[in-house]
């Protein structure tokens, strides 16, 4: 089972920044040797899951059967995306709906009148959950001291002037959060950028995933998204929650 742990891991090694590693490039990623790292990148080329050019490792088309296993077997993301479409076409901001990964938040449905931010963000995207609203939507459905480990463990940078990393001021934000049922993001993970979300809670009252809204911050101040689509967003989260198993 080792072997499969390191090579899982090096398949994480990839992403858009590094499409293409040597085995060096590997081996510091995953802290394996020169060695095992090598071992790991010609099994994945032996089947098929990586391709190799005499310099570089890249990736196949192949490696989304592992994502695409997890999507077919899981109904969520299916049951949620006609409400996002919904709700994207009666506000004209992008929504989206993502359920917490460690440290991160990993996209599972998402709807986009536009492109709002400097990446491009689809099914499978990874963004930081100390300063995105999903993330401290799902990070503040936890246990404190769980939400503080999984917030140092990712070692919190600031992504803007505005991006608080204080681990102090983010557990009194995650409380409020808690209390108040939603997260309001104003430009802390891209300038230009606000976004508010609330949880998805199934039929029992468990936070299951999180969903929000984001637009551009000349168009709506995080005061006014508040104002405005709260109440649509509370409507679709009653409506989903008996749903959701």
Same mark, same amino acid.
């Given at each position: 089972?080792a072997?499969?742990?390191k090579?899982l891991?090096?398949?994480e ?6 499409d293409?590693?040597t ?31 005499g ?8 490696v989304?059967r ?5 999507l077919?077997?899981?109904?969520l993301?299916?049951?949620v995306q ?20 460690g440290?991160?938040?990993v996209?599972?449905?998402?709807s ?41 463990a ?5 992504l803007?002037?505005?991006t608080?990393?204080?681990i ?13 049922g ?9 300038? $230009? ?11 029992? $009252? ?18 006014a998204?508040?104002e ?18």
């Open positions: 089972m072997a499969l742990e090579g891991a090096v398949i090694c990839f992403d858009a920044i590094h293409k590693l085995i060096a490039d590997v081996a510091r990623a995953t802290d394996l040797s020169r060695a095992a790292a090598r071992r790991c990148l010609l099994t994945l080329a032996k089947i098929g899951y990586a391709e190799f050019d310099k570089f490792f890249r990736l196949t088309p192949r989304l592992l994502g695409y296993a997890w077919a077997s899981t109904a993301p299916q049951l006609p409400f996002l479409e919904r709700l994207s076409e009666e506000t004209h901001e992008s929504s989206s709906a993502s359920l917490l990964d440290h991160e938040i996209y599972i449905a998402r986009a009148q536009r492109r709002i931010m400097s990446v491009g963000l689809s099914v499978g995207s990874r963004l930081p959950a100390f300063c995105s609203s999903m993330g401290r939507v799902l990070l503040a459905a936890l246990p404190p001291e769980e939400a503080q480990a999984r917030i140092l990712g070692k919190s940078r600031a803007t002037p505005r608080i990393t204080e102090s001021q983010l557990m009194l934000i995650l409380a409020r959060v808690r209390a108040q939603y997260c309001l993001v104003d430009q802390e993970l891209e300038l $230009g950028l606000v976004s508010l979300a609330m949880p998805l809670v199934n039929a029992r $009252g468990e936070v299951v995933a999180a969903f929000n809204l984001s637009g551009q911050a000349q168009r709506n101040s995080a005061e998204m508040a405005a689509f709260l109440p649509r967003m509370r409507a679709m989260q009653a409506i989903l929650q008996p749903l959701i198993k």
